[in-house]
Nanobody, 122 residues
Framework: QVQLVESGGGLAQPGGSLRLSCAAS????????MGWFRQAPGKEREFVAV????????DYADSVRGRFTISRDNAKNTVYLQMNSLKPEDTAVYYC???????????????WGQGTQVTVSS
C-alpha cells in the first residue's frame, strides 16, 4: 500500500507563485515515476508534469511549460511542483500520482493523493 499526501495549495493572485509538495510512504519511492495532474470543476483530470525516478527525464503539459517546475528528493520521498506566473486557468485540484512507468497518461498511475486545491484569483 502506498500513501501520497499533497500539501501547499491555496489562494494566489495572477502572476503569483505556489509550491506543492507530495510526500510518499509505504513503498520504496526511488524506482517510480511521479506525476502531477489537475482537475478543474466539470473537466477531466489532466496531465501537468512527470519526473522519472532518477529525476533526469521530465515532461510538462504545454499549458504549464516554462512556468512550472517539477523536482523530487528521493531521500525525503517527496516530489515538488513549483508553480510561477500563475493564471486563473490554473485553478484546479492538483493530484500527485505514482507509477511504475514514466507516463503522461493518468491510467498508468497506480496510486493517487487526496488532492490539494489551487485557486488563482485577484
Amino acid at each position: 500500500q502506498v500513501q501520497l499526501v499533497e500539501s501547499g495549495g491555496g489562494l494566489a493572485q495572477p502572476g503569483g507563485s505556489l509550491r506543492l509538495s507530495c510526500a510518499a510512504s509505504g513503498r520504496p519511492f526511488i524506482t517510480y515515476a511521479m506525476g502531477w495532474f489537475r482537475q478543474a470543476p466539470g473537466k477531466e483530470r489532466e496531465f501537468v508534469a512527470v519526473i522519472s525516478w532518477t529525476g533526469e527525464v521530465i515532461d510538462y503539459a504545454d499549458s504549464v511549460r516554462g512556468r512550472f517546475t517539477i523536482s523530487r528528493d528521493n531521500a525525503k520521498n517527496t516530489v515538488y511542483l513549483q508553480m510561477n506566473s500563475l493564471k486563473p486557468e490554473d485553478t484546479a485540484v492538483y493530484y500527485c500520482g505514482i507509477s511504475e512507468y514514466y507516463s503522461t497518461t493518468k491510467s498508468r498511475y497506480d496510486y493517487w493523493g487526496q488532492g490539494t486545491q489551487v485557486t488563482v484569483s485577484s
